[in-house]
């Protein structure tokens, strides 16, 4: 793709074998690494780093001073809010090196999930479609579709509508809930841990 389908700037750097969509913005000081792939249409702020062969989508938006490592992939529409941490290796050691991808676990971020500021996502696991991770969270096992967590390990307190609207569905997750969300008026059903739109 030509170099005007997106901007970089200046201060940034692209290694080569990078794949970069239309519309896309590089800012300040940020490392693009080879083999990496990122979408149409989005942000990466300030002081950030791509790893080799990450795998971005389109819409995505990543504030400053993040690090994605090699190992994760990040579906359309994902945000990480500034400071977000990745992990790639489960017991790193700095006298025991564990280099290149056989050692790398994947972490897969789907669609619309959200990562505040300063969370950090611990690898091999997956984020669910529109889940909400809250600033400061520590991620250590799979969110699913639909879930608001925090705190360190991070838990479920709450749902979220894929517009970002707190949704009243519980956390009894013996129960069967069903919840309209209060702005935008979609309909969910909750059944333990599986949250589906209904309408």
């Not at 705190?151 to 309209?180: E, Q």
């Amino acid at each position: 793709m030509s170099e005007k389908s997106y901007s970089v700037h200046e201060s940034s750097y692209i290694d080569n074998d990078v794949v970069i969509g239309e519309g896309t913005k590089i800012w300040h000081f940020s490392h693009i690494q080879e083999g990496a792939k990122i979408g149409k249409n989005c942000t990466i702020g300030q002081n950030v780093n791509i790893g080799n062969n990450v795998v971005i989508g389109n819409g995505v938006k990543i504030q400053n001073n993040v690090s994605v490592y090699e190992g994760a992939i990040l579906e359309d529409y994902v945000f990480c809010g500034p400071s977000t941490v990745f992990t790639n290796i489960m017991y790193p050691r700095s006298a025991f090196p564990q280099r290149g991808s056989k050692f790398y676990k994947k972490t897969l971020i789907k669609m619309g999930a959200s990562l505040g500021a300063n969370s950090t996502v611990i690898c091999g696991n997956t984020i669910g479609k529109y889940a909400f991770v809250g600033a400061g969270a520590v991620v250590t096992k799979d969110v699913p579709d639909y879930a608001l967590v925090a705190g360190n390990p991070a838990k479920i307190i709450g749902w979220i509508c894929s517009c970002g609207t707190k949704l009243d569905l519980g956390v009894d997750f013996s129960m069967i809930r069903m919840s309209m969300c209060s702005k935008c008026k979609v309909k969910y059903k909750r059944e333990g841990l599986i949250v589906e739109k209904i309408t």
